[in-house]
C-alpha cells in the first residue's frame, strides 16, 4: 500500500526521502509527493501522478533543498488518482502531513471543518487530519500534542508523519493500525512504513507500537505510549543491506525472486531440522508445550497465503489426526466463532501487516485459543510481535507484487509445522524422518524445477493472445492450481480461474473451446488415473491442454496435448515444486504482454488497509 518516508538531518533530505519512495515503489501506488521545509521557513511542495521517477524528473527541474521533510507514495482509497489527492497535504502554508492508512469517520470530521471555514482540496480522508492539527497549531498548541489531541479524534487506521513551519526542529510521528518505523543516524532521524526504503542511511530501527506518538529531531527520539507516557521501544539491528533489493542481472524483481527459491527454501530450513526430525525450539521457547496441547488448527491468510494453508490443511489432515480449517481472514474477522479447546491459531503473511490477518490475530487473542502463531517472512512487523509463537520464512525481501518465493517458504514452513504438530499428535502415514528427508532435498530439487524455464518460456507464446485461462488440479495440487491462476491474472491481465479437476461437469466444461488453454498439474499420485479421465474430457470438447506431468508418466504430447514433464518428485513435497512452473509461466507470458510485472496495475505489495 502507500509509503510514508520522513527526515531531519543537518544535510538535506531530500535526495534521501526520493531515495526511500523508489524502495518502497514495490508496494503499489498511484502518486508520489515530497513536502520539504526550505532554508526559508516555508513549505515547498512537488506531487506528481504516476511513477516516482516522475516526481524525481519534477525535482530535478525545480529542486526542494531542506534539513526536514516528508514524502509519500499513495494508493488510491478515498478519491481518484489525481494530483490534487496526492500527499503530502498542507493545511494554510503552515504543517504538513503524510498518511497511511484509512479514517473511517472522515465524513464526519469534514462536515465540521467545512462549517468552521476550512475549505478542501481534495477528496481524501487525510485531509480532515491536517486542518485538525492545523487548528490546534495556530491556537498555540504544541505539534506533538496537537497531533495527540488530533488523533484521538480518528476513528480507523493510519500511520502520520507531520511538519510545522513554526517548529522546524521535530517531526512527529504516530501509528495505529498501520507499520511505521524509526530509522536512527548520526546527527540524523527518520521516519518510513519500512526498513527498505532507509537502508542506505541506517540499519538501526525502532518499531513504533499501536497507538505510539514520537517526536523525532536530530539527535534525540521521544517516545509516548497511547496514554501518553514517555516509553522506551528497543533498538533493533536490521541484518538486511541496502543491495538486498537490486534487480542484478535479472530483467525483473519477480524473475530474481524466483530464482532465489532453492536459496530462499534452504535459508528458511537451516537449524530448523535434524538428521530424522524438526527441532520445535524453532518455533520458541514454549513451543513444545503448546505441540503437546494442540487438538485442533485454526489457519487465516488472504491471497496468496490463503492457498498456502489451504496446502497445510491437506499435509495435516493426511499426516495427522487432527481437524484443520482455513479461512480468508476477511471473513474470518467478521463472524461468529466457535473455538474448540487446545486450537491453536496459525496467522500467515509475508509481511505481517496485512491489515485483515493482523485484525484476525487480534480477535483471536481474545477468543480462547490455546495459541497464536505466525508465519511470516519480516520479523521486525506486528505480526510476529504480537503473536505467541512464531516460525519465520527466511526469503528474504521479496519486491515483486505477485509473490513468488514468499509462497514456497511459507509452504516449507508449514510443512514443518505439520512434522512438529504430527510428532506429538501421532503422524499417520508417513514417519518424520522421512518428511525430514524430503524437506534437506527440497533446495536442489527447486533447482531443477527452474531448470525448465527455457521450455515454459516457449509455451508461453500460445498464451500472448488468450483472455481467459482455466487451471485443473486434484487433492493438494487443487490450491497450487489456485496459486496458478493467480499469478497469471495478477501480473498479464489474463482472466483464470482454478477448479477442483473433478468440478469440471458441474460447470467450467461449458467454457471449454479451442480459446480457451488448460492448465493442468499431473504428479504422479493416487489421484493421477482420476485426473487423465478429467483431462480427456476437455480433450473431448476441443480444449487445448498444457499439462505439467511427471516424466515417469511417459506422458507425449499430441493435437491438442501439450506435455511439459516435469522431474519427478516425493508426494509430500510436490506440492511446492509444481508451483515453480507456474510461476514461470505466469512471467514469461507478461512479459510477451508487455505489462509491468513487478508493479501490476491497481495492486499493492502490503495491504495494509481493509
Not at 238 to 265: N, W
Not at 542 to 558: E, I, N
Request: hydrophobic share 45%; aromatic share 6%; charged share 20%.
Amino acid at each position: 500500500m502507500c509509503g510514508i518516508v520522513g527526515g531531519i538531518a543537518q544535510r538535506d533530505v531530500s535526495a534521501i526521502l526520493l531515495e526511500g519512495l523508489r524502495r518502497l515503489e514495490y508496494r503499489g501506488y498511484d502518486s508520489a509527493g515530497m513536502a520539504v521545509l526550505t532554508s526559508s521557513g516555508h513549505l515547498g511542495r512537488i506531487r506528481t501522478l504516476g511513477k516516482v521517477q516522475r516526481l524525481a524528473e519534477e525535482l530535478a527541474q525545480h529542486p526542494l533543498p531542506g534539513n526536514l521533510g516528508i514524502a509519500h507514495t499513495r494508493w488510491a482509497t478515498h478519491g481518484e488518482p489525481a494530483e490534487r489527492n496526492a500527499h503530502p497535504h498542507i493545511c494554510r502554508d503552515r504543517c504538513a502531513l503524510v498518511h497511511n492508512g484509512i479514517i473511517e469517520n472522515h465524513e464526519i470530521l469534514r462536515r465540521d471543518q467545512e462549517a468552521q471555514g476550512h475549505r478542501f482540496s481534495s477528496e481524501t480522508d487525510t485531509e480532515v487530519i491536517v486542518h485538525a492539527v492545523h487548528d490546534r497549531l495556530e491556537a498555540g498548541i504544541p505539534l506533538l500534542d496537537a497531533v495527540r489531541a488530533t488523533v484521538a479524534t480518528l476513528e480507523g487506521a493510519y500511520a502520520l508523519g507531520v511538519i510545522d513551519t513554526q517548529q522546524p526542529d521535530q517531526l512527529v510521528a504516530a501509528r495505529q493500525g498501520s507499520p511505521l518505523v524509526i530509522g536512527l543516524g548520526f546527527g540524523e532521524n527518520f521516519i518510513a512504513s519500512d526498513v527498505f526504503a532507509l537502508l542506505p542511511v541506517t540499519q538501526r530501527f525502532i518499531f513504533l507500537d499501536e497507538g505510539d506518538i514520537a517526536v523525532i529531531r536530530r539527535n534525540r527520539v521521544d517516545i509516548f505510549d497511547q496514554d501518553g507516557k514517555p516509553v522506551l521501544r528497543p533498538v533493533r539491528e536490521s541484518t538486511l543491506t541496502a543491495d538486498a533489493v537490486e534487480r542484478g542481472e535479472y530483467r525483473h524483481y519477480m524473475q530474481k525472486e524466483i530464482f532465489e527459491q532453492p536459496r530462499a527454501l534452504a535459508d528458511t530450513l537451516e537449524g530448523r531440522i535434524s538428521r530424522e526430525h524438526v527441532l520445535p525450539e524453532a518455533f520458541g521457547q514454549t513451543a513444545t508445550a503448546v505441540l503437546q496441547g494442540i487438538r485442533a488448527i485454526q489457519i487465516v491468510a488472504c491471497g496468496t497465503s490463503y492457498h498456502a494453508g489451504l496446502v497445510a490443511r491437506h499435509w495435516i489432515e493426511s499426516l495427522t489426526p487432527l481437524p484443520c480449517q482455513v479461512e480468508v481472514a476477511s471473513e474470518y474477522r467478521y463472524r461468529r466463532h466457535v473455538v474448540h479447546e487446545g486450537s491453536l491459531f496459525v496467522a500467515i503473511s509475508q509481511s505481517g501487516e496485512t491489515a485483515d490477518t493482523l485484525a484476525a490475530l487480534r480477535l483471536a487473542k481474545r477468543l480462547g485459543y490455546l495459541a497464536t502463531l505466525s508465519i511470516c517472512n519480516v520479523p521486525e512487523s506486528s505480526l510476529v510481535r504480537e503473536s505467541d509463537l512464531v516460525l519465520l520464512t527466511h526469503a528474504g525481501p521479496e519486491i515483486g507484487v505477485a509473490s513468488t518465493k514468499a509462497f514456497t517458504t511459507q509452504l516449507a514452513a508449514l510443512l514443518l509445522l505439520t512434522a512438529s504438530i504430527g510428532r506429538y499428535a501421532g503422524l499417520m502415514e508417513q514417519s518424520e524422518a522421512e518428511l525430514t528427508a524430503a524437506l534437506r532435498a527440497l533446495p536442489g530439487r527447486a533447482r531443477d524445477f527452474l531448470a525448465l524455464d527455457s521450455q515454459v518460456a516457449r509455451i508461453a507464446e500460445a498464451f500472448a493472445d488468450k483472455r481467459h485461462a482455466l487451471f485443473l488440479g486434484r487433492g493438494d495440487q487443487f490450491p497450487i492450481a489456485l496459486e496458478g491462476a493467480l499469478k497469471l491474472k495478477e501480473i498479464s491481465y489474463i482472466h483464470a480461474e482454478a477448479y477442483p479437476a473433478g468440478e469440471l461437469k458441474h460447470g467450467p466444461l461449458a467454457l471449454i473451446d479451442e480459446t480457451m488453454p488448460v492448465i493442468a498439474v499431473a504428479p504422479n499420485n493416487s489421484l493421477l488415473e482420476k485426473l487423465r479421465s478429467n483431462l480427456e474430457e476437455v480433450r473431448a470438447r476441443g480444449g487445448q491442454l498444457f499439462v505439467f506431468a511427471d516424466k515417469g508418466l511417459g506422458m507425449s504430447s499430441q493435437a491438442g496435448v501439450t506435455i511439459i514433464p516435469v522431474p519427478h518428485v516425493e508426494g509430500l513435497i510436490a506440492p511446492i515444486l509444481y508451483t515453480i512452473p507456474l510461476q514461470l509461466l505466469a512471467y514469461h507470458v507478461a512479459v510477451l504482454k508487455g505489462t509491468d510485472v513487478d508493479q501490476p496495475r491497481n495492486l499493492a505489495k502490503s495491504v495494509t488497509v481493509e
